[in-house]
């Protein structure tokens, strides 16, 4: 089973992820954790040039950034897990690539979707959590924990971005959705992360007894 965890910055997606993998552990399901970038050796690498607000990367060398992490990822740690029968989670995938860099830049979004299959050699998750919430809130969530962090500089060179581009992601995050609403399951993020979880956990009831 191949779960993925999407949303704009500040959606919460960490705290949903460390819940939810509690939960994973509490049924004995047999998964791993992992995130994007820097879900393998060479997206480790990448993930700085992708993050720090100090880098001035073209969108096109950001899009073939993102595009070969996540084929070196694919390849390294995300199809060895699931041909040996664990859950995958996973932070962040190639509808991000789509929802930033399709609505967020403006780049053909129909030609992402094929880079994407191209570089995932097809491998698309069966279920998409998309964490929703109002673009100011998230973005004013991610602000502040960058800064109470300590991330401002070396992982947030998203968060820098002005509203409208956030607004953008979010609408094409909930138009994505919208097109393949047997792979996703929306979740308001506004909620209490308990509650968002709980709901999660609920749409995959009928998967826990599988445990593959």
Same mark, same amino acid.
């Given at each position: 089973?191949?779960?993925?965890v999407?949303?704009?910055?500040? *959606?919460?997606?960490?705290?949903f992820i460390?819940l939810?993998?509690?939960?994973?552990?509490?049924?004995g399901?047999d998964f791993?954790r992992t995130?994007?970038p820097?879900?393998?050796?060479?997206?480790?690498?990448?993930r700085?040039l992708?993050?720090?607000?100090?880098?001035?990367?073209?969108s096109?060398?950001e899009?073939?950034?993102?595009?070969?992490?996540?084929a070196?990822?694919?390849?390294d740690?995300?199809?060895p897990?699931?041909?040996?029968?664990?859950w995958?989670?996973?932070?962040?995938? *190639?509808?991000?690539?789509i929802?930033?860099?399709?609505?967020?830049?403006?780049m053909?979004?129909e030609?992402?979707?094929?880079?994407?299959?191209?570089?995932?050699?097809?491998?698309?998750?069966?279920?998409?959590?998309?964490?929703?919430?109002?673009?100011?809130?998230?973005?004013g969530?991610?602000?502040?924990r960058?800064?109470?962090e300590?991330?401002?500089?070396?992982?947030g060179?998203?968060?820098?971005e002005?509203?409208?581009?956030h607004?953008?992601?979010?609408?094409?995050?909930?138009?994505?959705?919208?097109?393949w609403?047997?792979?996703f399951?929306?979740?308001?993020?506004?909620q209490?992360?308990e509650?968002v979880v709980?709901?999660?956990v609920?749409?995959?009831?009928?998967?826990f007894?599988?445990?593959?």
């Amino acid at each position: 089973m191949f779960l993925t965890v999407e949303g704009i910055e500040g *959606a919460g997606k960490s705290t949903f992820i460390g819940l939810l993998e509690e939960e994973l552990g509490r049924r004995g399901i047999d998964f791993l954790r992992t995130r994007e970038p820097g879900g393998c050796a060479l997206g480790r690498q990448i993930r700085p040039l992708l993050l720090d607000a100090s880098q001035n990367v073209s969108s096109r060398a950001e899009l073939f950034l993102f595009l070969a992490d996540r084929a070196q990822h694919v390849a390294d740690t995300i199809r060895p897990a699931l041909e040996r029968g664990r859950w995958v989670l996973c932070d962040r995938y *190639a509808d991000s690539t789509i929802a930033y860099q399709g609505y967020g830049r403006g780049m053909d979004v129909e030609e992402l979707q094929r880079l994407n299959d191209y570089a995932t050699d097809s491998l698309w998750p069966d279920i998409t959590f998309l964490l929703d919430l109002p673009a100011e809130v998230g973005l004013g969530r991610a602000l502040a924990r960058n800064g109470r962090e300590g991330l401002t500089q070396s992982e947030g060179r998203f968060e820098a971005e002005a509203l409208a581009f956030h607004q953008r992601i979010r609408e094409g995050f909930l138009t994505r959705a919208a097109r393949w609403p047997e792979r996703f399951c929306v979740l308001d993020a506004e909620q209490l992360p308990e509650a968002v979880v709980a709901q999660a956990v609920k749409h995959l009831e009928p998967y826990f007894g599988e445990k593959h």
